[in-house]
């Protein structure tokens, strides 16, 4: 059996088959690696296991009271199943082998600052996440997205963390789908349709109540990308900066924390959202202003993020605050645009901590705007929010 102990951990990856006819020789070889080592953690790792029976799965057990520290990696389907059924995955810690895929010659549906989604066929595509991305945060994504989809929120069906080479995937099935953005550039006649579809897609994820046992607090995650600038804005900014954030009303409505014409998928005339990883609770001014960040303040690069004309987003942002407004005044509506542009301005001012990857330069012209314009006209949003 093949071994390897580092780092206090004892890796042991057994080969073929555990069963009555072996079991007594691999226990026996297990333990004298325990001995030898005294090991702190075991990984067995199951990448060449083909089957293990009742009194292989006693060894098991038998390491797991032995060292506490001791899980299953790389277990094939059938392995995975064998663990499963048998109770132990409640017991012991059991990981599946990943898929492996290739995206040679697939269609790019869209990139973004994590990950590049793939079609892979005519009924999947898959999220593609870059070789420095957590794999916890891969993780809470699927996460996220089913328990999304059992919300009730339209989403795309999840289904598996699959592996590219060195980097890790999510599959999501969305038969003959396209973008959001991509189905308003081509039928510009459906415009009017589209937005609306829009607008009311985002509306019910914020009239939908998160279960906050497992979603984040916006405003907590605000609040730690303004500590973690305390090298870039005084402690007078940063304090105007929490100010305003602690300042906002509590809500437990879904906020999806990345919505624009690409995060949204068009399947059978229905909109589905997709890149859950950002999704957590909170008052929906702060999807709001993600949405007047990317369609209002970053008109430059609106047509090289989404592929539509400046304008267009501006008018798609412009009918979703009436759509979803509707009963106010106009001077309402006006006053509500003014707030959720001032909260845009704040999550231009945290981007450098948002996106890790930013480029430098970019982040420097951010900080500039953000001490001269942004910060010193914040005061005003304290309070502000009665919508």
Not at 106 to 131: A, S
Not at 337 to 365: C, E, R
Request: some cysteine.
């Amino acid at each position: 059996m093949e071994s390897i102990f580092t780092d206090r951990t004892l890796t042991v990856k057994p080969d073929g088959r555990i069963d009555t006819s072996n079991a007594s020789e691999v226990k026996k070889e297990l333990f004298e690696l325990v001995d030898e080592h005294k090991p702190e953690k075991i990984i067995v790792d199951a990448e060449k296991l083909e089957y293990i029976s009742s009194v292989g799965l006693r060894v098991v057990l038998k390491l797991k009271k032995t060292v506490d520290d001791t899980s299953i990696i790389n277990a094939s389907p059938e392995i995975y199943d064998i663990f499963d059924m048998t109770g132990f995955t409640d017991i012991i810690e059991v990981k599946k082998a990943f898929r492996e895929i290739s995206v040679e010659g697939c269609e790019v549906i869209g990139k973004g600052g994590n990950g590049t989604v793939y079609r892979l066929d005519g009924d999947t595509i898959v999220k593609l996440y870059g070789e420095n991305e957590s794999f916890d945060d891969i993780k809470r994504e699927i996460s996220y997205s089913k328990t999304a989809f059992v919300f009730g929120i339209p989403t795309a069906i999840s289904f598996d963390i699959v592996k590219c080479g060195s980097c890790y995937g999510i599959v999501f099935e969305l038969i003959n789908a396209d973008t959001l953005a991509n189905r308003i550039c081509a039928e510009p006649e459906k415009f009017d349709e589209y937005s609306m579809k829009y607008s009311a897609i985002v509306k019910k994820l914020h009239d939908t109540e998160a279960d906050t046992s497992i979603f984040a607090n916006i405003k907590g995650l605000y609040n730690k990308w303004i500590d973690e600038l305390s090298g870039t804005y005084t402690p007078d900014e940063r304090s105007i900066l929490h100010e305003v954030i602690n300042s906002t009303p509590d809500s437990s409505g879904i906020i999806h924390g990345d919505i624009h014409p690409k995060n949204i998928m068009v399947q059978d005339d229905e909109l589905l959202f997709i890149d859950m990883a950002d999704l957590s609770y909170g008052h929906h001014i702060f999807d709001y202003a993600g949405i007047a960040l990317t369609h209002i303040l970053a008109k430059p690069y609106v047509k090289q993020m989404f592929g539509i004309e400046a304008d267009t987003a501006e008018k798609l942002y412009n009918n979703m605050i009436n759509a979803n407004f509707s009963g106010r005044t106009d001077r309402e509506i006006e006053k509500i645009k003014s707030v959720i542009l001032g909260y845009a301005g704040i999550k231009y001012a945290l981007s450098p901590a948002i996106s890790k990857t930013q480029d430098l330069g970019l982040n420097k012209l951010i900080i500039k705007k953000a001490k001269e314009q942004i910060i010193p006209n914040a005061k005003r949003l304290i309070g502000a929010i009665d919508f």
